[in-house]
């Protein structure tokens, strides 16, 4: 289910070519207007459907059940820090969903590894992937959450 | 140089009548391309029954609500360009924008009110051409040159050209020659005879470049205004934080303090990472 543009929403800004993981949002060189150059290496993370300002880009169903009429489109309301889901299904049932937007700003989630020690030879060996335990937190107890630590969000979209 | 009025200059060495002909047959050109554009694009048709469905599945909506809402597209989407995230962009829009009225109106008035010396021109209305004038040739070629997708965002020569320039590019040329011609005196040489085809190319260029879209843009942003209104919002979701009812929810436990704008998060970079 790639990706397709509503060439008369988009306005070309790059957004969706800027965040695809894939890289596979280009801008049109003819029309100025963005297009999924290869649909097929599209796995429907939908990064560039929320990070689209005009909402011209959705993600398109599969040929037997797509002219059914279900529809999943979202929001992602940077100014009031909330993501919004709308999920129609074929039979008419539909479901709304809010949350808060946690995106990091860009570049601050990297972990810069060359500052970090290597992993020693018990942790080459171990079953659990480098840093597991102790990035995961999962070495001092529960999953640790937001309200677990008494932390509420600040203001701007990030915490 | 500014209080000449450059057409009533021509006029005096063109046969009566051309300026104001070939005013004319511009407007049909316009009027002619953007029905073409129309019919050949099916867009008119694809607007229109994606309105009635949006009408059938939504709520009613009053007289006074829809005027309400032509008169917020008006003032927003229309004279503000409210549309645009990128605020230069926005910002050599509207002087595009405003710089195209000005000086189509001014060029209108002074071919069909002061075609010749007879009638002295009123210094006001040369004045106002080349205001409107700069105000193109500003939007446009900071628009052309830093703002334009592939120049900003892709690192592509601002001189790499692609049919999707045709209008901006026509209509830069054409205001260029015009003002250069202007300022020039007016007279009928080769300016002006250049400063005609490049002019000829912006409004005869219709279907296939995107003059139109000034009569596009306001019809698709009153449609999108009113399927928000009626509830269907092209099936994008309509909750948000304001209603009290939402900030109830569970999810929004985290949002409970926070202030209600909260200000631009990753958007507040222009995308320029590729």
Redesign the interface.
Same mark, same amino acid.
């Given at each position: 289910m790639p990706t397709f543009v509503y060439m #008369?929403r988009c306005?070309?800004?790059? =957004?969706c070519?800027?965040?695809c993981p894939s890289?596979i949002m280009h801008?049109d060189? #003819?029309?100025?207007r963005a297009y999924n150059i290869e649909p097929n290496m599209c796995w429907e993370c939908y990064s560039c459907v929320k &990070?689209c +300002?005009? =909402?011209a880009i959705d993600v398109r169903g599969y040929a037997d059940f797509a002219p059914l009429g279900h529809?999943v489109?979202?929001?992602r309301?940077?100014? $009031?820090? #909330?993501i &919004?889901?709308?999920i $129609?299904f074929r039979d008419g049932t539909e479901k709304?969903?809010?949350? +808060?937007?946690t995106?990091k +700003?860009?570049g601050t989630a990297i972990p810069k590894l060359a500052e970090v020690p290597a992993p020693s030879e018990e942790i080459r060996n171990s079953q659990l992937l480098y840093n597991e335990p102790k990035w995961i937190r999962m070495d001092e107890g529960g999953l640790r959450t @937001?309200k677990d630590a008494g932390l #509420? @969000? $600040?203001?701007?979209?990030?915490y | 140089m500014l209080s000449v009025n450059p057409f009533a200059v021509a006029g005096a060495s063109l046969p009566a009548g051309f300026l104001q002909a070939f005013l004319v047959l511009m407007v049909l050109a316009v009027v002619a391309g953007t029905l073409f554009d129309i019919v050949h694009k099916g867009s008119a048709r694809y607007f229109f029954a994606n309105m009635r469905k949006s009408k059938d599945k939504g709520r009613a909506l009053g007289a006074g609500e829809r005027v309400s809402i032509a008169m917020q597209t008006a003032v927003v989407d229309v004279l503000a360009s409210g549309e645009f995230c990128n605020q230069k962009r926005r910002v050599a829009h509207l002087l595009g924008m405003y710089g195209f009225i000005v000086y189509v109106v001014a060029t209108a008035v002074m071919v069909f009110g002061y075609p010749t010396d007879a009638t002295p021109t009123p210094a006001i209305w040369p004045l106002l051409w080349w205001i409107g004038a700069v105000m193109v040739l500003v939007g446009g070629y900071w628009f052309w040159f830093f703002i334009r997708v592939d120049v900003a965002a892709e690192g592509n020569s601002p001189f790499r050209l692609a049919k999707a320039d045709l209008f901006v590019l026509s209509l830069v040329a054409s205001v260029t020659l015009a003002v250069a011609w202007a300022a020039s005196g007016g007279g009928v040489g080769v300016l002006f005879w250049l400063y005609i085809i490049a002019t000829i190319v912006l409004f005869g260029g219709v279907p296939w470049s995107k003059f139109a879209h000034m009569f596009f843009k306001p019809a698709a942003a009153f449609e999108k205004r009113v399927s928000r209104a009626n509830g269907t919002a092209e099936n994008l979701p309509t909750q948000t934080r304001d209603d009290p009812e939402q900030q109830k929810r569970h999810s929004m436990e985290l949002l409970r303090d926070a202030p209600m704008d909260m200000g631009l998060g990753i958007k507040r970079e222009a995308p320029r990472h590729y």
């Open positions: #008369t306005d070309g800004c790059g =957004h070519v800027d965040i890289d801008i060189p #003819t029309y100025r &990070a +300002p005009q =909402h529809s489109r979202v929001d309301d940077e100014r $009031k820090g #909330t &919004a889901w709308r $129609k709304n969903f809010l949350s +808060p937007i995106t +700003p860009w @937001l #509420t @969000l $600040k203001q701007g979209v990030y | -």
